[in-house]
Every structure is written in structure tokens, then in C-alpha cells.
């Protein structure tokens, strides 16, 4: 049966808002909240800095993700925030591998898995970004492509570590560029996405990972997006730092 699996609508704020910006919006949302379907889990990842200060709103009616964090469980490593930090700030999801880490923190395959180990090993469930570059949907090595970053950072968790990820399939030519995937584009790939998990862990577990599609969402393109069958909701950047935008994204991810 369709969309059985979690719905997800995850908001990625990157490096932006202050913090009286943040609690703002976070109230907005808060203020909207009975317009959200019930069914559809709504996720804020604000910088790690105001992680604290959202946490402290009463009753939100959003979980919250870091937008990084450390392969270290702790020490030495100036600047870095651990797992077991964000556990016990109660953080339930950390994004893991986003494209902008991949690219200006240059980021590999290998780092990232390290990443997922040491979210799993403090029970952060990530949520691990994929997706290919212009140039490699141009050559059509778009499939290969998610398939090693598939493979070099997910293939080697245990069923009961794969259980807890969350995907988010995010071309990079898609995001912050206004350009998104178009609905037959997302659904293959999200399908393929699938497939290969299916390959490796059985179908079960396939069937249950959430795979989220990121990427320019917007207002007028989640509803069509959200309807694929492989597609389970969104990661959404900037869409999600305008509370009118991202409360009809939350909306349009409701089961139809
Ligand atoms: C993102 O950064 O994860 C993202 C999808 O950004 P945008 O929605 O702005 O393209």
C-alpha cells in the first residue's frame, strides 16, 4: 500500500536568522500548528547554536535535527558538537552528509559514514543527504552516482541501525538554484534509491526508510512532488525561512 512509510517535512536553515529571527519563526509555526496533518512529522534544523532555545518552547509541534555534527565521540576537536551532545540537549535527528558539507567542508564518502556511526551509537537517527551533480545527470552517471554514496556510507550498517535512517535525495543542480526535480525525475530516482537499499537489507526494511526528496521545494511544486509513491516528504532549505512557505509545504505533505 502507498505511504505507509513516515511522512516527513524537515526544514534546513542553514547558516541564517538570529536568534530573536529563529524564536520567531519557531512561534509562527508553533501559532499554525493545527494546520499541519496529523500524519506528517515536522522537523527543524536551525543552527546547532539555537538548538538549545527552541528546545525550550513548550509542547513544539516539531522535532528537532542539528545540521552536523562531529565523527568524534569527544576531545580535542575545536569548533566540533558530538552526538552524545546533541542526545543529551534530547536532539533526535542530525543531517548528515548535506551537499554544501560535501563541497566546502569537503566531506567524503568515508567521513560520512563515520558521521552515521556515531549518530547511531548515541540513537540520533540521520538523515543522510545523496545526490548527484549537474555534470554527472548531464553524462547520465546520476544512478551510479547515489550508488556509491549509497554503498561507501550506508552498506555496512546492521538492519537494526538501517531501520533508524532517514534519506534525503537532493541533486545538487536542484538546490538553492530554483531548479527542482521534476516529478517523473524525483519518483525514478527515489524508486532506484529504494531498490538498491532493497538489494542489500530485503525489501522490509527498504519499504520503511523514508526518502525524502530536496531541492528547490517550494509552495507551488511540494504538492506534485510529495504525490510520488517513492517520494515521502521533503527536505527543504530555503522555502523553510518563510513561515507561510513552509506551513503549505507541511500542509501539501499530508496523505491525499
Ligand atoms: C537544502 O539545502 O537541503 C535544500 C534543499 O535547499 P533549497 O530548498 O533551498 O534548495
Known sequence: MEHMRQRIVA????MNK????????????????DDFP???????????????????????????AAQNCSHHQYGAFTGEISAAMLQ????????????????????????IAKKIDACLLDNIAPIFCCGEKKEERVAKKHFVTVMHQLEK??????PEQMV???????????????????TDEAQE???????????HFGETIAEKIPILYGGSVSPTNSAALFACPD??????????????????????????
Open 231 to 256: 517520494v515521502d516528504g521533503g527536505l527543504v532549505g530555503g522555502a523553510s525561512l518563510k513561515a507561510r512557505d513552509f506551513i503549505s509545504i507541511i500542509k501539501s505533505a499530508g496523505i491525499q
Open 88 to 111: 543529551a540537549m534530547r536532539i533526535k535527528y542530525c543531517i548528515i552528509g548535506h551537499s554544501e558539507r560535501r563541497e566546502y567542508f569537503h566531506e567524503t564518502d568515508e567521513l
Open 18 to 33: 538570529t536568534l530573536d529571527e529563529a524564536m520567531e519563526l519557531a512561534i509562527d509555526l508553533q501559532e499554525r500548528q
Open 11 to 14: 526544514g534546513n536553515w542553514k
Open 164 to 182: 533508524k535512517m532517514i534519506i534525503a535525495y537532493e541533486p545538487v543542480w536542484a538546490i538553492g538554484t530554483g531548479l527542482t526535480a521534476s
Open 153 to 158: 556510507s550506508l552498506f555496512h550498517l546492521r
Open 38 to 64: 496529523p500524519e506528517v512529522t515536522v522537523i527543524l534544523a536551525p543552527p546547532s547554536l539555537y538548538l538549545l532555545g527552541l528546545e525550550m518552547i513548550e509542547e513544539p509541534c516539531f522535532l528537532m
Open 189 to 199: 530516482m527515489h524508486a532506484f534509491i529504494r531498490k538498491t537499499l532493497a538489494g
